[in-house]
């Protein structure tokens, strides 16, 4: 599960809550009793969806990524998340992240760019059959976009406007600028040519 599945369980929270409420009111007790324990299995699968964020940005440090972390995501979950926005990659893929920028760290630009041509450079040279997504209204470095440029090609990748479909209402954090992109590319042998930096 990736951040649109948190946004799914937080969907579902607050629809269980007030279907909760509204049977109470309505005095079905037994019906809003279910809901309350539903409520309860969905803010634990919330928490551990917190952790494994926590535990996916200290992996993403021990493997010497210094801005980005990854998220490890199910392939049926980036399968439906590529059918619903109508994008489709032909090549198979054993694993699948999705790339999330370390917001924690407040660095200059030049800065910001270096660490990202850098961590970019390390998931080209240490990943192979893996698909990276990716949301963001942070501009990529030019060399990274054409080579996103020549994947397309090859039907390996994407760089498209807007984002990806939102499965539930959420007050969790995503971007909001007009200039947000949805991104997916895949690293495997044919993709290895290049260079990022």
């Known amino acids: 599960m990736g951040v649109k599945g948190r946004n799914l369980l937080y969907g579902l929270y607050l629809f269980t809550g007030l279907a909760a409420l509204l049977l109470k009111v309505g005095g079905y007790e037994t019906p809003a009793r279910w809901m309350l324990v539903l409520m309860g299995v969905l803010i634990t699968s919330i928490g551990a969806f917190y952790y494994r964020v926590r535990a996916a940005r200290k992996e993403s440090r021990t493997q010497g990524l210094k801005l980005l972390f990854l998220l490890p995501v199910s392939r049926s979950y980036i399968r439906a998340l590529l059918a619903l926005s109508d994008d489709q990659l032909d090549q198979p893929f054993q694993r699948a992240y999705e790339i999330h920028i370390n917001t924690h760290q407040k660095l200059p ?89």
Not at 113 to 121: G, H, M, N, R, W
Not at 151 to 156: F, G, I, L, T
Not at 164 to 188: D, E
């Open 109 to 197: 630009l030049n800065d910001f760019t270096q660490q990202l041509k850098e961590d970019l450079a390390y998931l080209k040279n240490h990943f192979n059959q893996t698909l990276f997504v990716w949301e963001t209204n942070v501009p990529l470095p030019l060399s990274f976009r054409q080579l996103i440029k020549e994947a397309e090609k090859r039907n390996q990748a994407f760089w498209k406007k807007g984002r990806w479909p939102g499965v539930a209402p959420t007050f969790a954090s995503r971007p909001k600028h007009k200039y947000t992109r949805r991104g997916a590319f895949l690293l495997n042998e044919n993709s290895k040519g290049g260079s990022i930096i």
